[in-house]
């Protein structure tokens, strides 16, 4: 049985920098990579590639066997990406905006926005606008994003920066809940993370340019 997610020699750049180069792994449902390594090592760009948001100067990413197509529905439909700097508006309260991008996401069950909200801890903020809203408390609303997400893949960006304890355990509920039902996950962080299930590790310092 193949691979659910395979990066295969992957390299990115800056304009003229090579950030990196050699990249590859495989993950099967219910697994997750932790990607880590120095800032400027190109962690976020490796995610964006994965996404298909920027196209790797080499390699291929293939989903479920077939190579990811830049543009192919049912990829964007399988995928979630959130960057370290989500695009939420802050003019648009805590509720407006989840339910725009859960909007975004092709979620329209409208209903189950106090929930999330609820599940993130963000219900006496739900009407706050985002730009009120602490640094912690915008990283909870990015929690409420995953709480009902069900994309088949996470792709997500330093998702417990400004989290306190609490926050970071919800993170890892979240995560594991996902893992359990057979998503995946590829994971961008500087810090140990709650999780259950065991990652595969991947340091972008050990594929430097030389």
């Known amino acids: 049985m193949s691979a659910a997610l395979v990066a295969a020699e992957l390299a990115c750049a800056a304009g003229i920098r090579t950030l990196f180069t050699g990249v590859g792994f495989e993950l099967q449902a219910g697994g997750w990579l932790q990607l880590t390594g120095p800032n400027g090592t190109g962690k976020t760009t490796l995610l964006r590639a994965l996404a298909g948001l920027v196209r790797p100067t080499a390699g291929q990413v293939r989903w479920n066997g077939e190579p990811r197509r830049v543009g192919d529905p049912h990829w964007h439909a399988a995928c979630l990406f959130q960057g370290h700097a989500a695009g939420w508006k802050d003019s648009l309260s805590a509720s407006d905006n989840l339910r725009l991008q859960r909007r975004l ?91 259950r299930e065991r990652p595969l590790e991947l340091s972008l310092a050990d594929h430097a340019p030389r």
């Open 105 to 195: 996401d092709d979620h329209r069950d409208d209903a189950r926005e106090r929930d999330l909200l609820a599940r993130a801890g963000l219900a006496r903020q739900a009407r706050l606008p985002f730009g009120r809203l602490s640094a912690g408390q915008r990283r909870r609303l990015s929690l409420a994003r995953l709480a009902g997400a069900r994309q088949r893949l996470w792709l997500l960006d330093e998702p417990t920066t400004a989290l306190d304890t609490a926050g970071q355990q919800l993170f890892g509920e979240l995560l594991d809940a996902h893992l359990a039902n057979g998503g995946l996950a590829v994971v961008a962080t500087h810090q140990p993370l709650p999780v």
